[in-house]
């Protein structure tokens, strides 16, 4: 399968959302989700919506543990994880909900079509010779059905 590649730079953003930590066991992630859409109605006042009225991204940010965005520890297995929503920079989360403020980077932005899109991402960086300098996100737009994966190649 032929990779849909796209560099872009995003300036910092702000997630809310559902925290949780590899520590948490095999299934964080998941039960991070459910917990999150189950409460979406705690944040969908402070959420940022388009024309459309969809929310603009829902994330699925990641952090190394000493919350510097760096990759996730010991081969990807290891970290923290924010299933949520994209927000304005000051809003402030309700009890329960916590909010990342994500740095500005330039990325590698894949498409996340296919089983293998991660592996498939760090070897193209590679073979490219771009190094991965903070932890990959993840990026649903509900308007167009669509998932990426976003592999940050510099600190803006």
């Known amino acids: 399968m032929q990779l849909k590649i796209e560099k872009i730079i ?3 953003f702000a997630v809310i959302g559902k925290e949780g930590s590899t520590k948490d066991g095999v ?4 039960h991070l989700w459910a917990d999150a ?12 919506y388009g024309d459309d009225n969809a929310p603009v991204g829902i994330w699925g940010v990641m952090s190394d ?3 510097s965005f760096l990759p996730l520890e010991d081969n990807f297995s290891k970290g923290l994880y924010l299933a949520g929503a994209e927000c ?8 329960g909900w916590h909010k990342w403020i994500i740095p500005s980077y330039e990325y590698i932005c894949i498409e996340n079509d296919g089983e293998n899109i991660f592996a498939e991402g760090i070897a193209y960086l590679n073979e490219n010779k771009y190094e991965l300098v903070g932890a990959v996100h ?3 737009i509900i308007k167009i059905g669509k998932n990426y994966l976003y592999f940050p190649i510099k600190r803006i």
């Open 65 to 67: 543990f000493s919350r």
């Open 88 to 95: 304005d920079i000051n809003v402030v989360p309700p009890n």
């Open 138 to 140: 993840e990026l649903t």
């Open 10 to 12: 995003k300036q910092s």
């Open 27 to 30: 299934d964080f992630i998941k």
């Open 37 to 48: 859409n189950m409460n979406f109605s705690e944040i969908s006042p402070l959420i940022k």
